[in-house]
């Protein structure tokens, strides 16, 4: 993936928060890179790069990488909807890599899950992509997901150590 522009979080920030169904956060070509937010403290825990929160929206990411991220939970992205019922968290993903993100051990039922992919109440869609050499304490070092609608066509899972 040549000619992507970097985007790096600040110091103890990620890159991006979604909390109102009807917000959709679009990007193209990006690298986004170099979230650390494990000094900080409950939900800003969650979601090295990417947060989409109970409240709901949407992330559509096409032809980027997210890497370098690091969480308690959900390395590179962590999206949660609402319930089973409410499913207002979506994720589509194509033509990208997610790679090198890491969520680290707190303790706790779903702490240390997803270090590149947390997904949880979701309506998730990933076609074309990488899921490689990602790290996590406790389960899906490379994608962790839970009672969500998820399709996957033409990925790659690899390299990607988990706990358990």
Same mark, same amino acid.
């Given at each position: 993936? %040549? ?8 110091? &103890?920030?990620?890159?991006?928060? !979604? ?5 959709t956060? +679009? ?11 494990? @000094? %900080?403290? @409950? ?7 990417i947060? !989409?929160?109970?409240? @709901?929206? +949407?992330?559509?990411?096409?032809y980027? +990488?997210?890497?370098?991220? /690091?969480?308690?939970? &959900? ?5 949660? @909807?609402d319930?089973?019922?409410? /499913? =207002?968290?979506?994720?589509? #993903?194509y033509?990208? $890599?997610?790679?090198?993100?890491k ?5 706790? $039922? ?6 590149? !992919? ?13 899921? *490689?050499? %990602? +790290?996590? *304490?406790? *389960? &899906?070092?490379? #994608?962790?997901?839970?009672t ?5 066509k =033409? #990925?790659? !899972?690899? =390299?990607? *150590?988990? &706990?358990?």
């Amino acid at each position: 993936m %040549n000619n992507l522009v970097n985007i790096t979080a600040a110091t &103890g920030k990620r890159h991006f928060k !979604i909390n109102n169904p009807s917000h959709t956060l +679009e990007l193209w070509h990006v690298r986004i890179t170099s979230a650390d937010i494990t @000094g %900080n403290i @409950g939900s800003a825990t969650y979601g090295g790069s990417i947060f !989409i929160d109970n409240g @709901g929206g +949407e992330l559509k990411l096409y032809y980027s +990488e997210i890497s370098g991220n /690091k969480a308690y939970t &959900g390395g590179a992205i962590y999206a949660k @909807g609402d319930s089973q019922s409410n /499913k =207002n968290a979506k994720i589509n #993903i194509y033509n990208s $890599v997610i790679k090198g993100n890491k969520v680290t051990n707190t303790g706790g $039922v779903f702490t240390n899950a997803g270090g590149g !992919i947390f997904a949880q109440y979701t309506v998730t869609t990933i076609q074309d992509t990488t899921i *490689d050499n %990602n +790290e996590a *304490d406790y *389960d &899906g070092a490379g #994608i962790y997901i839970s009672t969500s609608d998820v399709t996957m066509k =033409n #990925i790659i !899972i690899s =390299n990607n *150590d988990g &706990g358990r």
